[in-house]
């Protein structure tokens, strides 16, 4: 597999499917993890993720070049999630609430309950407070948490400079910081 992005990116621009498949496999985890980032749902990532894909195949004559087939790839992929995520959004917000504690935890052994309680407690705050963020710091926050992205990447992906990302990233983990030492989560 010594054959580059940019060879199999041409390849599949003369029509070669199989060369698709390839970049398909080589950025499938990558792309997954950036949509399950934007929408917090396995099926929804997914099925974003495809839809990427064939975006990406079908827009493949309009890559420039200027840079990485997987920021490209990306970069379409983050779009699709962020509109399936309006979308979602707005549909749950007018038809369905998610019932109050929902979410069971299985206890690991060990564990005394007063312990599964607590990081229980800590994971609901958690998830409120970046729910709280500005959709731009929280998605910069997320990509970057996700690991599988560097910083020049998530500025491709979002449209914005190296240095606003690592101001966005801080600055939301600042807020973070700081809202769960005002809950009596000053450990964190």
Avoid: C
């Avoid at 003369?14 to 396995?42: E, K």
């Avoid at 939301?172 to 700081?178: G, V």
Wanted: hydrophobic letters at 45%; a positive charge; zero cysteines.
């Amino acid at each position: 597999m010594g054959v580059s992005d940019s060879e199999l990116v041409e390849l599949a621009r003369r029509g070669d499917h199989a060369a698709f498949g390839i970049l398909v496999d080589r950025h499938r985890t990558a792309v997954l993890r950036a949509t399950m980032a934007a929408l917090r749902s396995p099926e929804d990532a997914e099925e974003v993720a495809q839809e990427a894909f064939v975006a990406a195949y079908r827009y493949l004559g309009n890559f420039r070049e200027d840079a990485s087939f997987k920021t490209w790839l990306l970069s379409i992929a983050w779009r699709k999630a962020l509109t399936r995520r309006r979308s979602v959004k707005v549909l749950l917000q007018r038809f369905v609430s998610p019932p109050a504690g929902a979410e069971w935890q299985v206890p690991s052994p060990g564990r005394t309950q007063e312990q599964v309680v607590i990081d229980g407690e800590l994971r609901r705050h958690l998830k409120q407070q970046i729910a709280g963020l500005s959709p731009k710091l929280r998605d910069a926050m997320l990509l970057a948490a996700a690991g599988e992205y560097n910083y020049e990447e998530i500025g491709s992906m979002l449209g914005i400079p190296l240095g606003t990302v690592k101001w966005r990233v801080a600055e939301a983990r600042r807020r973070l910081k700081s809202r769960l030492a005002q809950l009596g989560y000053g450990h964190v």
